[in-house]
């Protein structure tokens, strides 16, 4: 009786952590010491095991346990790993007369082991990791310890898959914040922040490698118009288009970003003269001449398109950013798209060509 009150006393501890935030260590650490307190065993210890890879998990009551957790995990073989492969309980109540761990067993008890009962950390099908009992002395446990071990190795299991169902939904959660932070919510394109920390690693890049970076400015033209005419949800999908069509003309290793409105930026890296940039800017052109076909309306967009280059100068992005922008409002002015070839390395900008724009 003395051990089914202690053994409610713990099953009621656990209970009390379901809606709790513990993490997976702090309860597996948990689990250890209470259960030396309840069953008639030296040390206990918990490896969690993921198929393919090192355990992750490790809980030990004292350090002769955690020592024979780090064992099995080391030589590849012991009562832990028969465990969480059979997915049933292992009892070895005398390791000198017992020949199934011929590796583990000597150095076991070497170190003063003499028994291991061992419980698999399971639920249908999903298997954790197993629970781990040492005793110094020789002898089975009897049936009502072992029952009372296994009931602890799964009600251990069911609060160890939902601390990993927390931790997996946090996990999601601060990579959808990332991304939420450095993407724009609406096209999904990199944002100005994650452009501009493409745009100086690209940079610097260029200081080793004697190539060009350009940066294509992109402004459609008359967006307001077609938001006011259509409605706002008709210039929501205008935008997704635009961004799909630009992400198709995109070379490998090159970034179209959205930063903000109906602005559009193209990284393209790698560039060996400014002439490369020529046919991009038209492929852009023509891509954006051919009509969108959305929902509710066809509408036919151009662009205002303005560029800047940097190389082997200290470009800082902002500024490289800021020329393109300069360049596509010359370029609105004059009523068309119209290229800025920016050399920032000798500060010249010499500004050529109009009529892009149908």
Do not use: W
Request: charged share 25%; proline share 4%; with cysteine.
């Amino acid at each position: 009786m003395d051990m089914e009150r202690r053994l409610s006393s713990v099953l009621g501890e656990f209970a009390r952590t379901l809606l709790t935030d513990f993490p997976i260590q702090t309860i597996l650490d948990h689990l250890v010491v209470r259960i030396v307190d309840v069953l008639p065993i030296t040390s206990a210890g918990v490896t969690l095991i993921a198929p393919g890879s090192d355990p992750h998990y490790i809980a030990a009551s004292d350090d002769s346990a955690l020592r024979f957790e780090q064992l099995q995990s080391e030589l590849g073989e012991g009562p832990c790993l028969a465990a969480y492969e059979l997915g049933e309980a292992v009892a070895v109540p005398d390791l000198a007369h017992d020949d199934r761990f011929p590796l583990f067993s000597p150095r076991a008890i070497e170190e003063g082991l003499m028994a291991v009962f061992t419980f698999p950390l399971r639920h249908g099908d999903v298997r954790l990791g197993a629970l781990d009992l040492y005793r110094t002395t020789a002898g089975p446990l009897n049936g009502e310890a072992m029952r009372s071990a296994q009931t602890l190795a799964d009600v251990a299991t069911a609060y160890l898959l939902n601390a990993r169902a927390r931790e997996d939904l946090r996990e999601s959660s601060e990579t959808a914040r990332e991304k939420n932070s450095l993407h724009d919510d609406l096209t999904g394109l990199p944002n100005r922040a994650l452009l501009v920390q493409r745009l100086d690693h690209a940079i610097l890049r260029c200081r080793r490698s004697g190539k060009m970076v350009a940066i294509l400015f992109a402004d459609l033209d008359l967006f307001k118009t077609i938001n006011d005419t259509f409605g706002h949800h008709i210039g929501d999908e205008l935008l997704v288009a635009v961004a799909e069509r630009l992400t198709a003309l995109l070379r490998p290793g090159d970034t179209v970003a959205r930063l903000s409105g109906d602005e559009f930026v193209i990284l393209c890296e790698d560039i060996d003269h400014a002439s490369q940039v020529e046919p991009i800017a038209a492929r852009i052109e023509a891509a954006l001449t051919e009509a969108f076909v959305l929902s509710s309306a066809e509408v036919q967009v151009s662009a205002s398109i303005g560029i800047a280059f940097a190389g082997q100068g200290n470009h800082l992005p902002e500024k490289v950013l800021q020329e393109a922008d300069m360049a596509m409002c010359q370029a609105k002015r004059r009523g068309g798209a119209s290229h800025a070839a920016l050399d920032l390395g000798q500060h010249r900008l010499a500004r050529h060509r109009a009529g892009l724009k149908r």
